[in-house]
Nanobody, 121 residues
Framework: QVQLVESGGGLVQPGGSLRLSCAAS????????MGWYRQAPGKQRDRVAT???????NYANSVKGRFTISRDNAKNTMYLQMNSLKPEDTAVYYC???????????????WGQGTQVTVSS
């Protein structure tokens, strides 16, 4: 059973920082691309940042210069360092990973359960 578990969300004041973590566990053969997505109330889930297995990154324009995505392949963990947070960053943040389960040759997208980030004074 393959799982993605996010952690690190919480309440922070505007201008503050937060670091999210996403740990993959279970019978995993390999992990390819990973990414962070967020969904605010009443809105669609949008891509925040992605990172390939080799470390190449892409960011949504709204978070460029403020957020940094990274991964530790040895720990099967991805991070999102969030600085200069704004109220509009408030959302549930979800981890996504393209992975191959053990015994399979197929790539499958997995989602974490989400972690709430609230930016408010």
């Amino acid at each position: 059973q393959v799982q993605l578990v996010e952690s690190g969300g919480g309440l922070v004041q505007p201008g503050g920082s937060l670091r999210l973590s996403c740990a993959a566990s279970g019978s995993i053969s390999s992990i390819n691309d990973m990414g962070w997505y967020r969904q605010a109330p009443g809105k669609q889930r949008d891509r925040v940042a992605t990172i390939t297995s080799s470390g190449s990154t892409n960011y949504a324009n709204s978070v460029k210069g403020r957020f940094t995505i990274s991964r530790d392949n040895a720990k099967n963990t991805m991070y999102l360092q969030m600085n200069s947070l704004k109220p509009e960053d408030t959302a549930v943040y979800y981890c996504n990973a393209l992975m191959t389960p053990l015994g399979s040759r197929s790539w499958v997208h997995y989602w974490g359960q989400g972690t709430q980030v609230t930016v408010s004074s």
